[in-house]
């Protein structure tokens, strides 16, 4: 959420910044904005709302020059996105300059006591007064990050802030309280700032992760970093181990059609050298708890936020299943307000792509305070949640970009049966069942492969329902997550309202909406729940309602009873939603190309949502 770019040294900073924008505009794409120092001392603005686009193009007519600058592409959550709102934001003089990623909390308050102190405000963002702040705390003879310290100390709330200054040239002063930010060390005296790393990879893949409480000092000659109680810190320096085409789309229309014809290979990397043949288990070498630890556990919560949370509901059918382990999903943003009971007998399972999410960072946070063992399933190597877990499992599906989640997903699905096959084999899994898992495992690269060939039946079938107003979605057992995050996917990226349902739910209200014009689809692989979904299906019918089916083999008893169907191949039950997905994630993603909608970047939405 918000995208923070910087950089200093020897280069000009401009179409570096610009070129970091382009890779956050994931972020936060509602407006965007640059200041450069100037060779004339001066701080140089610019700032437009809309796209990256919108400000590039205005940067071909006044470029602005200089060798130390900052930039941002924001998500608004105080006030509209418009030009005054854009970051960076100014001190009065025009002398310091700030971008924001985060909400100051007692900004209210702040700005009260500002405006009364004879301060006037420029626009209605809460970062503002951090600046203002900066500018009157700066003390006589202090430096810049004097100046962000003692404005730091006043306030309350969560931040990434990059902050310039004319009064303290080539310097860059960074600061992190709950929104990620990270150094990029580059070669020949230049260094970056970024709020991930697609912001500096293209000239480091160096980089050094700021912890909450950590500001830094980047100039041509350095860097240093601080903690604000602690004070000077080292903090290691990591690779980057992706490169540049992993953030392109690689011949691709959008990041979310490569992100979906990824999946054999990212599935690929999730099991690799992960799975144990002989033995039927999974080899994790991220769960650095022992044995005895782990089997002391008496219940898993599983936490999670929009399509992670639905990968954690499949996680819970599994855990339940197969390891027989009490498992319960719990909403990251209702966790730490409802006193969850979770105590040092309970594992607690967060599940994020991004690990940056802020409800589920702080769901973690609350579960530790309560004394549970935290286990990560994440994607993104050194993020907040990947760091402050006690230990985990990678994704390794490579950066997301589309804002809609898809690799993710179905690699979060198999990292879920990896940690499923772990411990159910150590608690009552047979050896012959956790072999069928494994195997069924391996072979599901190969079966998505199968999956993708119907891209063009499946866009002929988007044609067909492009103009559709409602969508109903609907699945039994592990099939009923998979019907929530079709339905999601649908609303994300086409804007078409969807509802995802549990099948047999539907007689208790939805059927009410079916009619000839309601598209209803429905799961229905061949698994323990399959001729119950079948009834369901002629309730829809008997009502005229559209039927699309999402099937695998022994599904014949359907022909003729629907209007189409979905093929998918056969797999261990608790795998088949990694299959059953696909299709979906394919039909969301052509009926939002054709009715012309942004899929990558959908209005109002953000990859990563680092505010409460
Ligand atoms: C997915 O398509 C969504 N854009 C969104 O629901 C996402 O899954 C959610 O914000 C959680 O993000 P995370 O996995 O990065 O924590």
Redesign the pocket.
């Given at each position: 959420m918000c995208g923070i770019v910087g950089y200093v040294g020897p280069r000009e900073a401009q179409p570096i910044l610009m070129e970091g924008l382009r890779r956050l505009e994931y972020r936060g794409y509602d407006s965007a904005g640059l200041t450069v120092l100037g060779s004339d001392a001066d701080l140089h603005s610019l700032k437009r709302a809309g796209k990256l686009t919108e400000l590039a193009d205005a940067l071909d007519v006044a470029p602005l020059r200089g060798r130390c600058g900052i930039g941002h592409t924001r998500w608004a959550t105080h006030g509209p996105p418009t030009e005054m709102n854009a970051h960076p934001h100014l001190s009065a003089d025009g002398s310091i300059a700030l971008v924001h990623n985060g909400i100051i909390e007692n900004a209210g308050a702040l700005r009260k006591k500002l405006q009364a102190e004879g301060v006037e405000f420029q626009s209605e963002t809460d970062t503002e007064v951090v600046v203002h702040l900066i500018d009157r705390l700066w003390p006589e003879g202090g430096s810049l990050e004097d100046a962000v310290v003692a404005a730091l100390e006043q306030v309350i709330g969560a931040y990434g802030i990059v902050v310039v200054s004319s009064r303290d040239p080539d310097k860059i002063v960074a600061a992190r309280q709950g929104s990620p930010l990270l150094l990029g060390v580059g070669s020949d005296g230049e260094f970056l700032v970024g709020s991930d790393a697609a912001a500096v990879v293209a000239h480091t893949r160096e980089v050094v992760y700021l912890d909450d409480g950590d500001y830094a000092v980047l100039t041509p000659e350095g860097y240093r970093t601080y903690h604000l109680r602690q004070g000077p810190v080292n903090r290691q320096v990591h690779e980057v181990t992706w490169d540049l085409a992993a953030i392109e789309k690689g011949g691709f229309e959008h990041f979310m059609l490569k992100e979906i014809f990824e999946q054999p290979r990212t599935l690929r990397d999730v099991t690799r050298g992960r799975l144990l043949e002989e033995e039927g288990s999974a080899r994790l070498g991220g769960i650095t708890i022992d044995d005895r630890e782990l089997l002391s556990v008496n219940r898993i919560v599983i936490t999670?936020?929009?399509?992670?949370?639905?990968s954690a509901l499949i996680g819970e059918y599994m855990l339940e299943e197969l390891a027989r382990i009490p498992t319960k999903v719990e909403y990251?943003s209702e966790f730490r307000y409802k006193n969850p009971v979770v105590d040092e007998h309970t594992l607690v399972i967060v599940?994020?792509?991004?690990?940056?999410?802020a409800?589920?960072l702080a769901a973690l946070r609350e579960a530790k305070r309560r004394g549970a063992t935290v286990m990560g399933i994440v994607?993104?190597v050194g993020s907040s949640?990947a760091r402050e877990t006690d230990f985990g499992v990678y994704l390794h599906a490579g950066p997301?970009i589309?804002?809609?989640?898809?690799k993710?997903?179905t690699s979060?699905v198999a990292a879920l049966a990896l940690f499923t096959l772990y411990l159910a084999r150590r608690r009552n899994l047979s050896i012959l069942e956790g072999r069928k898992l494994v195997k069924a495992l391996q072979a599901l690269p190969g079966q998505v492969e199968e999956i993708l060939e119907q891209d063009q039946a499946i866009r002929t079938l988007a044609e067909r329902y492009r103009d559709a107003p409602n969508f109903l979605y609907l699945g039994r057992g592990y099939q009923f997550p998979v019907a929530l995050?079709g339905a999601?996917?649908l609303k994300?990226v086409s804007y078409i309202h969807a509802e995802g349902y549990p099948a047999a739910e539907m007689k208790h209200g939805p059927i009410a909406l079916i009619d000839e014009n309601m598209p209803v689809v429905f799961l229905a692989p061949h698994d323990g729940v399959y001729h119950k979904v079948v009834s369901n299906i002629e309730e829809v019918k008997a009502r005229d309602g559209q039927v699309i089916a999402v099937v695998n083999d022994g599904s014949e008893e359907l022909d003729g009873r629907v209007d189409h169907f979905l093929q998918v191949p056969e797999t261990h039950p608790a795998l088949l939603p990694i299959l059953t997905s696909i299709p979906l994630q394919l039909l969301a993603y052509h009926i939002a190309v054709l009715r012309g909608c942004d899929v990558d970047q959908?209005r109002n939405?953000?990859?990563?949502?680092t505010v409460e």
């Open positions: 999670a936020c929009g399509t992670s949370w639905h990251a599940v994020s792509q991004s690990g940056e999410t409800d589920t994607n993104v949640i997301e589309g804002v809609a989640s898809t993710a997903f979060q995050e999601l996917k994300e959908p939405l953000a990859k990563s949502v």
